[in-house]
């Protein structure tokens, strides 16, 4: 049996709660622990009932899943602190359950919503970026085609207007010029467009790496994991 409770300091304020949280899911590793044969069978009931039928796709169903995998033998005691301080709305029997821990069990979802939003928001700042990236992509790699395909026709024009100068044939030298104009601001219109679809690809290249590095650091700040101390 657990003989006491350890919470990792986080000082981030962006991060407030998680503390309160990390207690509480402890707490109910605990309380799981002392349960009697009888009574841990009742509610793993309970909570594999909830699992495999009302909870609702989302981060925590995805935290499970990975519990599912590659915990298999903690699975249950990994939902039974997992539910209680992540999932606001709870089956009436799990509810009747947890008010036996719990005055007001809606505060620490509260302040698991808060610091979740943290890790949320950036997550799907990703991958919005993500796609659009994708899309930016292809349109990027189509327009610098297309432009390769013009510069190689505009120079072969240039070089046929050059010989139509040179062999004196100005009246039709004069009467290509227009035509070649037109291509030529053409051309300069879609690289401008090309070297703005370049611009706003690393812009989102680097705002991704930002939120990726943030969402890292705020990973590392409630790590369970301490450094090994040098010698």
């Known amino acids: 049996r657990q003989q006491g409770i350890y919470i990792l300091g986080v000082d981030d304020e962006r991060l407030n709660g998680v503390e309160q949280v990390t207690a509480a899911h402890e707490m109910l590793h605990a309380a799981y622990d002392r ?3 009888g009574q ?59 008010s036996q821990y719990f005055a007001d069990r809606s505060k620490i979802i509260t302040y698991y919503d808060k ?29 610098s085609g297309t432009l390769t395909s013009e510069l190689d026709d505009l120079q072969a024009q240039r070089n046929n207007l050059n010989n139509l100068k040179s062999s004196g044939d100005i009246a039709a030298y004069n009467a290509a010029i227009p035509g070649y104009n037109n291509q030529v601001n053409g051309y300069n219109v879609k690289a401008d467009d090309l070297r703005n679809k370049i611009s706003l690809y690393n812009s989102l290249v680097q705002e991704r790496n930002r939120l990726a590095a943030e969402t890292n650091q705020l990973t590392a700040e409630i790590s369970n994991k301490v450094p090994a101390a040098t010698k």
Not at 49 to 63: H, I, M
Not at 116 to 143: G, Y
Request: proline share 3%.
């Open 115 to 143: 610091y979740q939003q943290e890790f949320t928001s950036r997550q799907d700042k990703i991958k919005a970026n993500d796609a659009q990236l994708e899309v930016l992509k292809v349109e990027i790699e189509s327009l």
């Open 40 to 98: 841990r069978k009742a509610i793993d009931s309970l909570l594999m009932n909830y699992y495999d039928n009302n909870l609702p796709e989302g981060t925590v169903k995805e935290q499970v899943d990975s519990y599912r995998k590659t915990e298999p033998n903690d699975l249950v005691n990994e939902m039974h602190s997992i539910f209680a301080t992540e999932v606001r709305d709870l089956p009436a029997n799990l509810e009747s359950y947890y």
């Open 35 to 37: 349960l009697s044969k």
